[in-house]
């Protein structure tokens, strides 16, 4: 009996050595839980195009989007672990995992991670009207009113909003925040007048500050970032150790040959260094990272429990 269980692991083994040696030999889906067109979206489709001409088998983007990214999550979870489902885990991924009861699935268990790609700071901007060029005048300005300053998010639950949940708190200020159904539409209260501030993703605000149709005072990440390297970030504004970055990466489900992770990390870590690649993330507000499945996967566990306090501080529900 042991010599044919010893038998079954080693054709087992060989079975997985194979699949990984002979890896892709047909398409692998890439799923986003985010409609084309948003940031993780054009992130993912670049780095597809790339693995097709590494890798010589398309990278086909896949788009779920729905219930905060976790429809695609879901989907994903459930795939075979064969190296031909891959899935874009995102900081929502972070909050949902306590925004949302009973969820199906378990991010840091369900799934292998395989590289960090990118990080995009959020952006504390106002309306060019309000008197303030500094988030200690902005600070100084909401305590002077308490109440009257409105702030603006692209929804309940999203990083921006939880991202003005986190700075209302540190800076102890009474600000009414004003959440909508998505970032258009906060973007356009803004530009409209409707509020005073608002948190955002980097790549929104971009084109509306370089217009100075909005004027941004902080970015949310605890280095500057290379897109915006004259505005200080929260640290530097009073706020030490202040972050609150949306980030995006590859993972595939558990149980992945290790052999497939450690060839896509290899591949994703070469493309995300090509000059032309980080001049496209750029120009939708994004720094490009990178490093080992190990360091993704420890700055996931990092991420989950911070984020998973704030939105117990903030009160914040999803009705599902």
Known sequence: MLCAGIGVY????????ALASDYPNRSVRVIVG?????????????VAQKLKDAM??????ENRPGAGSNIATRYAASAKPD???LFIPTVANAINATLYRNLPFDVLH????II????APNLLVVKPSLPVKTVDEFVKLAKAEPGKLTIGSSGIGTVVQMAGEMFRREAKINIVPVPYKGGPEATGAMLGGQIDGLFVISSTALPYIKAGSIRPLAVTSRARTNILPDVPTLNESGFPGFEAVTWFGFAAPTGTPRDIIDRLNKEIGKILMMPDVKDKLAKQGIDVAGGTPEQFGAYMRDEFPKWGAL??????????
Do not use: C, H, N, W
Request: aromatic residues 6%.
């Open 116 to 119: 960090l790609t990118g990080t």
């Open 110 to 113: 369900d799934f292998s991670p």
């Open 34 to 46: 985010l409609s084309a067109g948003s940031g993780v979206d054009v992130m993912a489709r670049i």
């Open 311 to 320: 939105v117990k501080a903030s009160g914040a529900k999803i009705v599902e």
């Open 83 to 85: 190296g031909y489902t």
């Open 10 to 17: 080693v054709l087992a083994t060989s079975v997985v050595a």
């Open 56 to 61: 010589g088998q398309p990278f086909v983007i």
